[in-house]
């Protein structure tokens, strides 16, 4: 549940919204973290794989209580208090020393922002992690990065036939990054307005 998830021991913990972002390496997961709280949190490069451990984002206000797999949150004031975002790195590309911390985080999520790329939309491990979180039935939501103009007829069709089931995707054509390396608020706006939307409704229910 959104701000009342149980513990192994029972006890009931509160928190916000955990939205956990994960995809294969190189689809721009950290450009898109650093983009949602406006500010470089998240190490981004050209170099692979750039994300070796688990991020965690909240808001001052929520430090206290956001708790996932004992990391550390670092402190974001442009995020509301109810959201907190991770920043997965490719399960294929961390050691066995960050592995444990990592599947920890995607077990506790409550809403998994799969983000993946034209040519990266397909990849066979990347899907193995996305049917797992189906079969859980934690909630799914797809960004397409960086998806050139002449290829959306192709492979947006494709893409939502893989998916097997409504989910809201979300559409990143390539485009340029600002000075910081981030993207622009028109293309983070709709993600945000939906991150807003389902915290909203997590905490309605659990009420």
Not at 13 to 27: C, D, K, W
Request: glycine share 4%; hydrophobic share 45%; net charge negative.
């Amino acid at each position: 549940m959104y701000d009342q998830r149980v513990t192994e021991e029972g006890a009931a913990r509160t928190g916000p919204l955990l939205v956990v972002v994960g995809g294969p390496t190189g689809a721009g997961k950290s450009t898109l973290v650093n983009s949602l709280v406006r500010s470089p949190v998240s190490a981004t490069g050209i170099l692979r794989p750039t994300t070796r451990k688990p991020t965690l984002v909240c808001h001052p206000r929520s430090v206290a209580a956001t708790h996932v797999a004992g990391l550390l949150p670092i402190a974001a004031p442009a995020l509301p208090s109810h959201v907190a975002i991770v920043d997965a790195p490719d399960l294929n590309a961390v050691d066995q020393t960050n592995r444990s911390v990592t599947e920890a985080v995607f077990e506790e999520a409550d809403l998994w922002i799969f983000v993946t790329t034209a040519s990266r939309y397909a990849d066979a491990e990347a899907w193995r992690h996305l049917r797992a979180a189906q079969q859980r039935r934690v909630d799914l939501a797809v960004i397409l990065n960086r998806l050139p103009t002449e290829a959306a007829d192709e492979i947006l069709p494709h893409l939502t036939q893989l998916l097997g089931e409504p989910v809201p995707l979300f559409v990143v054509a390539e485009s340029a990054l600002d000075r910081q390396g981030m993207l622009s608020d028109r293309v983070v706006t709709p993600i945000w307005e939906f991150l807003d939307k389902t915290a909203s409704a997590k905490l309605a229910e659990s009420r």
